[in-house]
């Protein structure tokens, strides 16, 4: 089947300091990957729109200059949280849209990155 | 814009009882739908997805899903529970076109007393 992975799975940083995460589709190529943010006992809101090769497509309300993101690759995205405060604590998950013309818009998921800002 | 709504936030059952999770979604057009569901530190799973043809929708482990077109809903069940399906469970749906993203419900979490 098809895997995502991400990497780290979780992560603690100082206040101010940037995080990088990695989204990885392993085994089939993703010309379109998303990401999403969890709260704690709450829904995956999502963030941003990521299509390879061209720029991110951000929800209202995501600062894009906070949140960078890139897809450089069929099989790459990353997402770095500048700057990062404590509010920014969180779990981010990615999924990866497979390419296939004759696809049905089905995501897969990753495993999640805890992120957690001191 | 897309919507969806499940009403049960958390659901408590013993183990053998019957399942029913409530979906609804608000939009005008032809859309994708999908159960996920989110076992305690892990991630995301499908159980399901509705793209068109029969309405029922059979996933793994047992669930199904019925669409009905007419309430705009897409109700989740498993006839008989184990404790091992306590979980957090995501309906959510995506237009059927294009890459539209996808729309997540707030969530229900399931809980299975043995």
């Known amino acids: 089947g098809a895997v995502v992975s991400q990497h780290p799975s979780w992560v603690i940083c100082k206040s101010g300091t940037s995080v990088k995460i990695e989204c990885r589709s392993l085994?089939?190529?993703?010309?379109?990957m998303f990401w999403y943010r969890q709260f704690p006992k709450q829904s995956l809101m999502l963030m941003a729109t990521?299509?390879?090769?061209?720029?991110?497509?951000?929800e209202q309300g995501v600062e894009k200059d906070k949140f960078l993101i890139n897809h450089a690759s069929l099989t790459l995205s990353t997402l770095t949280v500048t700057s990062a405060h404590p509010e920014d604590s969180s779990f981010y998950i990615c999924?990866?849209?497979?390419?296939?013309?004759?696809?049905?818009?089905?995501?897969?998921f990753g495993p999640g990155t805890r992120l957690t800002v001191l | 814009a897309q919507s969806v709504s499940q009403h049960n936030h958390h659901v408590i059952l013993s183990e053998a009882a019957s399942l029913e999770l409530g979906c609804n979604y608000s939009y005008g057009g032809t859309v994708n739908l999908f159960w996920y569901v989110q076992y305690p530190g892990q991630h995301l799973q499908l159980l399901l997805k509705y793209f068109s043809g029969d309405p029922l929708v059979k996933g793994i482990k047992g669930f199904e899903a019925e669409f009905i077109k007419s309430k705009f809903s897409f109700n989740l069940r498993k006839p008989s529970v184990q404790w091992s399906d306590t979980a957090e469970y995501f309906c959510?749906?995506?237009?059927?076109?294009?890459?539209?993203?996808?729309?997540f419900g707030t969530g229900t979490r399931l809980t299975i007393i043995p």
């Open positions: 999924s990866a849209r497979w390419s296939l013309a004759n696809s049905y818009n089905e995501q897969f």
């Open positions: 085994d089939f190529q993703a010309t379109t």
């Open positions: 959510a749906v995506n237009a059927n076109f294009g890459n539209e993203k996808l729309t």
């Open positions: 990521s299509n390879e090769g061209s720029k991110a497509t951000y």
